[in-house]
């Protein structure tokens, strides 16, 4: 029973790295994923490796090609787009649901989840590049936190995936706006506190609008453009 349930967890870590070498740049957009250089790096077998590239397909983060094998996927400013508009759907309606079920240990979450991503953007603002993982992984946990009373499991699974591929542009260019997304993760905090849902809505809307033309700006100026993929 232990064995069993040791190999599904060790099964389980070998997806999440593969997933999130993908969302962090470590395999690179439109790299052709080589069989045996993967079961080398990832210490699997065949058929596990397979079983989670399907997944990684379901999912679109990679993408099948029949005989030519596996691809990581491609980026684009359409897609960026589109996988922006997705995320103010879900978030801004899950944030609503938050809003209204939150209890008093939910609070107390946001104001710790906050706390810590407010920790390591004063540390981003001093500089401190060797933070920018540990950054973005607070701010996903800030945003899941204020979303974590919605009620619905499968609304949370969605989000994270559409959150998740949207992280992906980011961490591509690198990019920290600074001061304005700090501003902005604290109004998004003392309007869920108030329970005030229509400004919790325009300000989230607001912050994922001006990450993405943030992107686009650093593309448009000769950045890494995802269209040339």
Partial sequence: MAEGAEAVTQRHDIFVELRRDIIFG????????NPAALRD????SASTLREKLLRLAEEGFVTGEGKRGYFVADMSAERLREIAELRVLLECHALRKSLENGDT??????????????RLEERMRAGEEGV????????????QALISACGSAELMDLHGSVFD???RYQMRLLTFRGD?????????????LARDAARAEAVLRAHIEGGVDHCLTYYTEGGDDPESD
């Fill in 26 to 33: 470590r395999l690179s957009a439109g790299e052709r994923l």
């Fill in 41 to 44: 790096r990832y210490g699997v």
């Fill in 105 to 118: 240990e939910w609070e107390a979450e946001i104001v710790a989840a906050h706390h810590r991503l407010h």
């Fill in 132 to 143: 920018r993982e540990t950054w973005k992984h607070y701010d996903w946990e800030f945003h």
């Fill in 165 to 167: 591929k949207y992280l």
């Fill in 180 to 192: 304005i997304a700090a501003t902005e993760h604290r109004q998004m905090l003392d309007a869920a």
